[in-house]
């Protein structure tokens, strides 16, 4: 079976910190990966997503970058956090392409905690 | 544009009692569609999708929802509301470009002893 793992689970930086908070699949290949971020009380905001290895797609101009050096690795980089960068880090995965019975579902990891002071 | 409406930002209902959240969907061709649970300090996780065939979906955790396309509408039921179910729900639909999935803002639902 298919399991999505996201480290660290929380975390607090200074301001103008680097960050780099790491996603990896278990159990199948080639998925579609996705960083989500929660705000404190709104909803999910798509951040990037990515189709293949060193394939990144950004979905909002911000202060952070993504990478996928492997298959399954999906990570989550800033040079120098903000305090608006704080929230609720979701890392997700899913089928890539058009599969017999897949809907384009994503499975989401636990996520990360990130608080900047 | 592709877009997904969750009218109730907060619903409380007592242990027992039966529950309606509602997800409205803008979509052009037939949608997937999605019902999410988030638990707090937790990932989302599916309770249920539709795709094609019935338009009534079984789920996890005794949920069930309702494709009705003439009402652009996917509401989620369950019958009798237990604690547990507190959480934050998210009605999603896939989008067109790239495995994308649209969210609505979520319903936080409480839960009344």
């Known amino acids: 079976s298919q399991t999505i793992h996201q480290w660290p689970a929380t975390l607090v930086q200074p301001v103008g910190s680097p960050l780099s908070l790491e996603c990896t699949v278990e159990g199948t290949s080639n998925p579609n990966l996705y960083w989500y971020r929660q705000a404190a009380g709104r909803g999910l905001q798509l951040l990037f997503y990515?189709?293949?290895?060193?394939?990144i797609s950004s979905e909002v101009p911000q202060n952070l970058s993504a990478s996928r050096p492997q298959d399954r690795q999906f990570i989550l980089s800033s040079k120098k956090l903000l305090l608006s960068d704080s929230g609720f880090y979701l890392c997700a995965w899913s089928v890539t392409g058009v599969v017999s019975g897949s809907s384009g579902e994503q499975f989401f990891g636990p996520g990360t905690r990130l608080t900047v002071l | 544009a592709q877009s997904v409406t969750q009218p109730d930002i907060h619903i409380t209902v007592s242990e027992g009692a039966s529950l309606e959240l509602r997800c409205n969907y803008s979509?052009?061709?037939?949608?997937?569609l999605f019902w999410y649970v988030q638990s707090p300090g937790q990932g989302l996780q599916l309770l249920l999708k539709?795709?094609?065939?019935?338009?009534l979906v079984q789920g996890i955790k005794g949920f069930e929802a309702e494709f009705k396309r003439s009402q652009s509408s996917f509401n989620l039921r369950k019958p009798s509301v237990h604690w547990s179910d507190a959480a934050e729900y998210f009605c999603?639909?896939?989008?067109?470009?790239?495995?994308?999935?649209?969210f609505g803002q979520g319903t936080e639902l409480s839960v009344k002893p």
């Open positions: 990515s189709v293949g290895i060193g394939q």
């Open positions: 539709y795709f094609s065939g019935d338009t």
């Open positions: 999603a639909v896939a989008s067109n470009q790239g495995g994308k999935l649209i």
């Open positions: 979509y052009g061709a037939t949608p997937y």
